[in-house]
């Protein structure tokens, strides 16, 4: 199965900062790279998207890049927002059904 | 419209109810899902649904019974829980297995005493 491996777990940001979160993956069979943001108590829902044959992608204040030679894709959000303050997944199709699967995710709390 | 609706969104049960969630979706995708999410924990995946059949189940305990009625409905049924299986319990649906664009539902907090 393909790993995720997130990093960091946990991000403290002063508002109007910069926020990096990375995942790395272990292979480019992939058609599609997301960024999921979980608010607490809610559903996971899908934030930004990139297909691994486009380098950046933005939305907003989200922009989303990929880098396939260090075999990473990367979430920044610009300008940071206390109402930012949620937890992002990377996660992965995989398995025989390929279901998507969550790494560990990164907390990220901006501070106002 | 891009929801998926669970209910009840609390639900509080003894070891020997019976109880179910339920979940609705009716942006015609053909997979569904459960998920069980603990505190500051990511989502684990329960069960997968493709065309109304059971395609995955991650080794989940027998207490927990799912049912895909019709293609729009998906239910959870609960009976002799523990007090360990206190959790955020998730559905979400996608076009179709493999995609990377899911939708979930505010989920259920269940809680077992």
């Known amino acids: 199965q393909q790993q995720v491996k997130q990093s960091p777990q946990s991000l403290i940001v002063q508002k109007g900062g910069i926020s990096i979160i990375n995942c790395a993956y272990e292979?480019?069979?992939?058609?599609?790279f997301p960024w999921y943001q979980q608010f607490p108590g809610k559903g996971p829902a899908l934030l930004i998207a990139?297909?691994?044959?486009?380098s950046e992608k933005k939305e907003g204040r989200f922009t989303i890049s990929f880098n396939k030679s260090a075999k990473q894709f990367s979430l920044h959000i610009m300008d940071s927002q206390p109402g930012d303050s949620a937890t992002y997944f990377c996660?992965?199709?995989?398995?025989?059904?390929?279901?998507?699967?969550f790494g560990s995710g990164t907390q990220l709390t901006v501070l106002p | 419209d891009t929801e998926v609706t669970q209910t009840p969104k609390h639900l509080v049960m003894g070891m020997t109810n019976k109880k179910s969630l339920k979940c609705e979706q009716h942006?015609?995708?053909?997979?569904m899902y459960w998920y069980k999410q603990k505190a500051k924990k990511p989502p684990e995946l329960m069960f997968v649904?493709?065309?109304?059949?059971?395609?995955i189940n991650e080794s989940v305990p027998s207490r927990f019974s799912p049912e895909c009625p019709n293609s729009s409905l998906l239910n959870l049924h609960l009976h002799a829980l523990q007090p360990e299986d206190s959790a955020l319990y998730l559905c979400?649906?996608?076009?179709?297995?493999?995609?990377?664009?899911?939708?979930f539902g505010q989920g259920t907090r269940l809680t077992v005493v």
């Open positions: 942006m015609g995708h053909r997979a």
């Open positions: 292979n480019t069979a992939f058609d599609y």
């Open positions: 649904y493709s065309y109304e059949k059971l395609s």
């Open positions: 979400a649906s996608s076009k179709y297995t493999g995609s990377a664009e899911a939708f």
């Open positions: 990139i297909r691994p044959d486009v």
């Open positions: 996660p992965r199709t995989s398995g025989s059904a390929r279901q998507l699967t």
